[in-house]
C-alpha cells in the first residue's frame, strides 16, 4: 500500500515553461486536494476533487490547471511557470465524509 | 468556511503533557475537529478527529468542549520527535475541504 505518491520530488523551472505535478494514491478515495506551502507559512489549498471528473477552485487557483480522470490520479498542472509559484506542493487524498487526509512527501519547485 | 485560533507556538519538557488549545467558535453542526501535524521537511500528518465527544487514539486524546466552540489536542508524554507545527482544522462533513491556519509550533526540550 503505497498511499499518496507525488512525483517528481525536486523541480527547476525557467520562467514561462509549463510542467505537470503528478499524484497518485492507491486506497481508493474519492477526495483528493492539491496545496502549496511557502517557506515559513501553513499550507493554502489551490484545486480539490469531490471525485473522478468533478474538481473546484481553492484559496489560490490562479496559474494552475487540474483535472480529474480517474479516482486514482490527480495531476496539477502549471501553465506558465512564475518565480511567485515557487513552493513545496503537496497533494492529499480522503474518503468521503469526515475522516483524515492523507498527505503526500511532497514536491519542491523552484521557478527561476 | 469556519476558522480555528491557535497560540503560535507551546514549549514542553520531555515526558510531560502537553495540551494544545484550538479555538472555533463560529463551528456549525456539520464540522468535524481535525488535527494534523507537520514535522521539519515533511508533509502533514493526520493526528485526530471528532465532532462532540472526547477521542483517544494512539497518539493522542482529543477533549471537545460541550459548546463546541473550543478543543484541546493532549499529548500526554512528549518526546522530542512530537516537536512539529500542530493544526486545528474544521472539516465540514459534506465537502470535506481542510483550509489551514498557521498553527501552533511545538518546542520540546530534553
Known amino acids: 500500500n503505497a498511499g499518496v505518491t507525488q512525483t517528481p520530488k525536486f523541480q527547476v523551472l525557467k520562467t514561462g515553461q509549463s510542467m505537470t505535478l503528478q499524484c497518485a494514491q492507491d486506497?481508493?478515495?474519492?477526495?483528493m486536494s492539491w496545496y502549496r506551502q511557502d517557506p515559513g507559512m501553513g499550507l493554502r489549498l489551490i484545486h480539490y476533487?469531490?471525485?473522478?471528473?468533478?474538481?473546484d477552485q481553492g484559496e489560490v487557483p490562479n496559474g494552475y490547471n487540474v483535472s480529474r480522470s480517474t479516482t486514482e490520479d490527480f495531476p496539477l498542472r502549471l501553465l506558465s511557470a512564475a518565480p511567485s509559484q515557487t513552493s513545496v506542493y503537496f497533494c492529499?487524498?480522503?474518503?468521503?465524509?469526515?475522516?483524515?487526509?492523507?498527505f503526500g512527501s511532497g514536491t519542491r519547485l523552484t521557478v527561476v | 468556511d469556519a476558522k480555528t485560533t491557535q497560540p503560535n507556538s507551546m514549549e514542553s519538557n520531555e515526558e510531560e503533557p502537553v495540551h494544545l488549545p484550538c479555538n472555533h467558535s463560529?463551528?456549525?453542526?456539520?464540522?468535524?475537529i481535525h488535527w494534523y501535524r507537520q514535522l521539519p521537511s515533511q508533509g502533514p500528518e493526520y493526528v485526530i478527529h471528532?465532532?462532540?465527544s472526547n477521542v483517544n487514539n494512539r497518539m493522542a486524546s482529543l477533549a471537545i468542549a460541550e459548546d463546541r466552540k473550543s478543543s484541546t489536542l493532549i499529548l500526554h508524554r512528549a518526546t522530542l520527535r512530537d516537536a512539529a507545527v500542530y493544526y486545528c482544522?474544521?472539516?465540514?462533513?459534506?465537502?470535506?475541504?481542510?483550509?489551514f491556519g498557521a498553527g501552533t509550533q511545538v518546542v520540546v526540550t530534553p
Open positions: 486506497m481508493n478515495h474519492e477526495y
Open positions: 463560529t463551528i456549525s453542526g456539520t464540522d468535524y
Open positions: 492529499a487524498s480522503s474518503y468521503r465524509g469526515s475522516g483524515g487526509y492523507t
Open positions: 482544522i474544521l472539516r465540514d462533513g459534506s465537502w470535506g475541504k481542510l483550509q
Open positions: 476533487s469531490v471525485g473522478a471528473g468533478i474538481t
Open positions: 471528532g465532532l462532540t
